[in-house]
């Protein structure tokens, strides 16, 4: 006797995910994600979160580990663990507060610095591929529109 599958729910097959807002903001994500991490991975032996974490902890826009948590939305042993590994390269050091010695400050090295310096021309020649064709209005009405949907979503933007 075979079993024979579960149909599919008609909202499933009708559904188009092509026209779908956040399918398509995910995969523009993981596009332009994958397209950094190839030159990072090449030009610098890390990854784009990593080369974005460095940047970020340079910036000071996040210095604890927390921060990057809340930043990039993933858990805290994933941070750890990313941290853990950016510590191993000499990239990062944990440094105690000197102002509260329960918080762990992150830190970038001088070879830390080195990569998240490059990082901005990197992330400018990814996202000029991607944006190959569009006219400055275009871009700029691009850049209104997804601050609005971060708005929407509770995030303050700059």
Known sequence: MTN???????????FQLEEAVGYLLARTK??????????TMSELGI???????????????CQLAADLARHYGIDASAV??????LEKRKLISRVRSSEDR???RLELTPEGYAIAARMPELFGEVTDKALAGFTSEEVGFLK???RRILANTGEQCP
């Open 30 to 39: 993981s596009n332009l994600s994958n397209l950094v991490t190839q030159r």
């Open 4 to 14: 024979s599958p579960n149909p599919v729910p008609r909202v499933v097959c009708d």
């Open 47 to 61: 990854t784009s979160t990593q080369g974005s974490m460095l940047f970020m902890i340079g910036t000071g826009r």
């Open 144 to 146: 209104t529109m997804l």
């Open 102 to 104: 329960r918080a762990v």
């Open 80 to 85: 750890t663990r990313l941290i853990d590994r």
